[in-house]
């Protein structure tokens, strides 16, 4: 089940791009589920929070045990899409 969550994380983003339909099979449809168990509780930040951590994944500067998974799934993104999933995630 758990290589199932990974190849999501990791080909989602390249087959449909900038998505927030990429991000719910982690992170629960109402971003209320630690993803695999491990990450922060998404709905629970700040729009500003979420744009912030997204940036980091994607430049290599923030993460912890999952960031191999995030920097994969955000490293195309560019800042207008990320704020674009960003105010989706908080509308």
């Known amino acids: 089940m758990k290589r199932i969550f990974f190849l ?3 080909l989602t983003p390249l087959v449909w791009g900038a ?7 982690c992170h629960g ?3 209320q589920k630690k ?3 491990k990450s ?7 729009k500003e929070e979420i744009i912030s951590t997204m940036k980091g994944y994607r430049d290599g500067t923030y993460g912890g ?7 994969r799934a ?9 704020e674009e ?3 989706q995630i908080k509308k």
């Open 65 to 71: 045990s999952m960031k191999s998974v995030m920097i």
């Open 19 to 25: 998505n927030i339909n990429s991000c719910i099979g």
């Open 35 to 37: 993803a695999l168990g």
């Open 40 to 46: 922060r509780i998404v709905k629970d930040m700040t």
């Open 29 to 31: 449809a109402n971003f």
């Open 85 to 87: 999933i960003a105010n």
């Open 74 to 82: 955000v490293k195309y993104l560019n800042d207008k899409e990320i």
């Open 8 to 10: 999501m994380a990791f």
